[in-house]
């Protein structure tokens, strides 16, 4: 026998994350949901291109596909400006997003994730966006952080990795 559980079911509404509230979950993209956005925990933080007209400043990063190891994580303005987004995207309505690689260890990103440690989270985001560049290349274990012009900042652990799929572990808040 065997025991079921429930999973929460998230939604593709756009909710925004609220000030002060601490966000921590899992979350898996795909070429068809390469958009990350930074919202309440409510909402799927993986999108479709297609919804970006609706997404406004809540896009932040967009994650291009190579083979299963190695990916990159783009701005969502640098994305618009390689011409992944297609038309979907205006460049007046994306926030400005800033990525780079953290320097803390794997059981520092834990800590912080599990203890919703937001003045740690925002320590490790503005020491690390100093290097700020507007893609990243991905590998397993890799610790990206971000900010965004809108107050965001957020960590993300590449867990796992294929040629069609990135699972990461991540938190963030908005200030």
């Known amino acids: 026998m065997f025991a079921v559980t429930d999973r929460a079911v998230l939604s593709d ?7 002060g509230e601490f966000y921590s979950y899992t ?14 925990c409510k909402a799927n933080k993986n999108r479709p291109i297609e919804q970006l007209p609706n997404l406004f400043s809540e896009a932040n990063i967009f994650f291009q596909f ?16 390689l011409s992944f987004l297609d ?13 780079a690689l953290s320097k803390i ?9 599990s203890c919703k440690d937001a003045a740690k989270l925002v320590d490790v985001c503005r020491e690390a966006c100093l290097r700020r560049q507007a893609v990243v290349q991905l590998k397993e274990g890799s610790i990206i952080a971000m ?16 040629s069609v799929s ?10």
């Not at 900010?147 to 294929?162: C, H, I």
Request: negative net charge.
């Open 105 to 113: 260890t794997v059981e520092e990103f834990y800590e912080i994730h």
């Open 87 to 99: 038309s979907f995207a205006d460049e007046k309505t994306l926030c400005e997003t800033w990525l």
């Open 13 to 19: 509404r756009v909710i925004p994350a609220e000030p």
């Open 147 to 162: 900010m965004t012009s809108g107050g965001k900042y957020g960590v993300f652990l590449v867990q796992e990795m294929t």
């Open 27 to 40: 979350s898996e993209f795909t070429a068809e949901r390469p958009v990350f956005v930074l919202m309440k």
């Open 66 to 81: 190579g083979d299963s190891t190695q990916a990159m994580a783009h701005s969502i303005k640098n994305a618009r400006a």
């Open 166 to 175: 990135i699972q990461v572990v991540a938190c963030h808040i908005l200030l």
